[in-house]
């Protein structure tokens, strides 16, 4: 659950400053890439956990009401559900994550889940989860012959193995940074041609063709709230390549979700339909 406060500016350390509102919104990273893609049109199924309290009932209840099959997802008895507590100020956010019942995604349990992801056209996964799980996920993408998108973020380093196993790999340039601390940008995408795609915010998402680095613009809107941007852009690109298309119509096509999902409030306040998108076109 997002736990969002407003203000004209943003705390210093030590410093109080007035905010101007505070709302609760279902989000979380896997969530939010979930309800972005099942509005975009994907059949969705969420591979997760929530706590038993009042939170996690209104995150299930988030999940029915926008088409996410929730088959998978369980409450974890006596376990919070996760938060993220969220500061909207001078244009952007910062975030504070609080995992709760999402370190109850272990292996065995996604393991469970295995059936459902061996009939999957594409994996997107995130790393509000154990690092062990992200990498057993890699595995049974391998195993079955998945395409796997990995969204590295929060940013924390990654193993050979799930570098390895993911088809697509979708850091900020912050994370980028994390996740290959000695090299370049330049040299990063050049060693990852077609499988590292690099957002920058309104500037758009870079990567490396094999021939020559790239950069695919992102598109001008006036904006409300950036919070949920990323998770739009992923969950558009994961359902325009489940889709067939190729990486620079997938990259528009999530380019201008993520654009127009900055236009309203809220991390899934402002996901558009496949019907919007279209018709921003």
Do not use: W
Not at 93 to 114: C, H, L, R, W
């Amino acid at each position: 659950m997002d736990l969002v406060v407003s203000a004209k500016i943003r705390p210093l350390a030590g410093e109080t400053v007035l905010g101007e509102s505070f709302k609760t919104v279902p989000g979380g990273k896997g969530a939010n890439q979930a309800v972005a893609a099942a509005r975009l049109g994907a059949e969705v199924s969420m591979i997760g956990c929530v706590g038993d309290d009042h939170y996690g009932k209104e995150i299930m209840k988030n999940f029915q009401q926008n088409g996410v099959n929730i088959d998978h997802v369980e409450p974890v008895t006596g376990v919070k559900s996760g938060t993220a507590h969220i500061i909207l100020a001078e244009g952007d956010n910062s975030i504070i994550v609080v995992k709760g019942a999402n370190d109850y995604v272990t292996p065995s349990f996604v393991k469970k889940a295995e059936k459902i992801i061996a009939l999957s056209d594409i994996v997107l996964i995130q790393q509000e989860i154990p690092e062990e799980t992200v990498e057993f996920v890699g595995q049974i993408c391998q195993k079955f012959d998945i395409p796997l998108l990995l969204n590295p973020a929060p940013a924390r380093e990654i193993s050979k193995k799930v570098v390895e196993a993911a088809s697509f790999i979708t850091p900020n340039e912050h994370e980028a940074s994390i996740l290959f601390k000695d090299l370049s940008q330049k040299e990063i995408l050049k060693k990852f041609p077609n499988k590292l795609f690099i957002t920058e915010g309104k500037a758009g998402v870079r990567y490396f063709d094999g021939n020559q680095e790239r950069l695919v613009l992102s598109y001008p809107v006036q904006v409300v709230d950036t919070t949920g941007a990323g998770d739009t852009f992923n969950a558009a690109f994961a359902v325009a390549l489940a889709e067939g298309m190729n990486l620079e119509q997938g990259l528009r096509f999530a380019n201008r979700a993520a654009s127009l999902s900055v236009t309203k409030f809220g991390a899934q306040g402002g996901m558009p339909t496949r019907a919007e998108v279209e018709r921003s076109v």
